[in-house]
T-cell receptor
């Protein structure tokens, strides 16, 4: 299993500012995933963070808006830059179960509920 | 892109009753998973069913998979107040593909 500590749990921010979300995993993992969940919606993958290389972004998400760091195998940050009210969402980090087969089980952090005024 | 589509979108039942949620998907899959999310927090993995399986059980959970109809159902028996949550199906088209989540079913258990 994997335990993920994600912080902050929630924040209220002014438009035009940036927020950095941190995720710490209790074991070494190759990939960490960052998701966005807009109000009442499903999860959308923002990017996959690999240690030692640039993150891989999904269509519709760009590095300038969502820069990601992955300094080691247990930690990652996602920054939401130059925020607007449309960025109000829950942001979640996730890792695969290291004891399961590929793509068979995800563990999630507790989420960051972001409100942009 | 959206793969799984759950129905109903919302479901309210009395405590003790059984709850059934359905998931339909569009392309062939390697596996299908169900997750629970309480009050907008992190998701918790409930159960996995692979494409060559038809039914699996885990405690009060029963999941079925019909690959010919591209659909799955999640049954929660003897529901409890603590089962109040959103439930998401997630599909994996191929092992090297990303996991794609459906829109979810909001389940409310009435006391």
């Amino acid at each position: 299993s994997a335990v993920i500590s994600q912080k902050p749990s929630r924040d209220i921010c002014q438009r035009g500012t940036s927020l950095t979300i941190q995720c710490q995993v209790d074991s070494q993992v190759t990939m960490m995933f960052w998701y966005r969940q807009q109000p009442g919606q499903s999860l959308t993958l923002i990017a996959t963070a690999n240690q030692g290389s640039e993150a891989t972004y999904e269509s519709g998400f760009v590095i300038d808006k969502f820069p990601i760091s992955r300094p080691n195998l247990t930690f990652s940050t996602l920054t939401v830059s130059n925020m607007s009210p449309e960025d109000s969402s829950i942001y979640l980090c996730s890792v695969e179960d290291p004891q399961a087969l590929l793509r068979e089980k995800l563990f999630f952090g507790s989420g960051t509920q972001l409100s942009v005024l | 892109s959206q793969q799984g589509e759950e129905d109903p979108q919302a479901l309210s039942i009395q405590e003790g009753e059984n709850a059934t949620m359905n998931c339909s998907y569009k392309t062939s899959i390697n596996n299908l998973q169900w997750y629970r999310q309480n009050s907008g927090r992190g998701l918790v993995h409930l159960i996995l069913i692979r494409s060559n399986e038809r039914e699996k059980h885990s405690g009060r959970l029963r999941v079925t998979l019909d690959t010919s109809k591209k659909s799955s159902s999640l049954l929660i028996t003897a529901s409890r107040a603590a089962d109040t949550a959103s439930y998401f199906c997630a599909t994996v088209p191929n092992r090297d593909d990303k996991i794609i989540f459906g829109k979810g079913t909001r389940l409310h258990i009435l006391p």
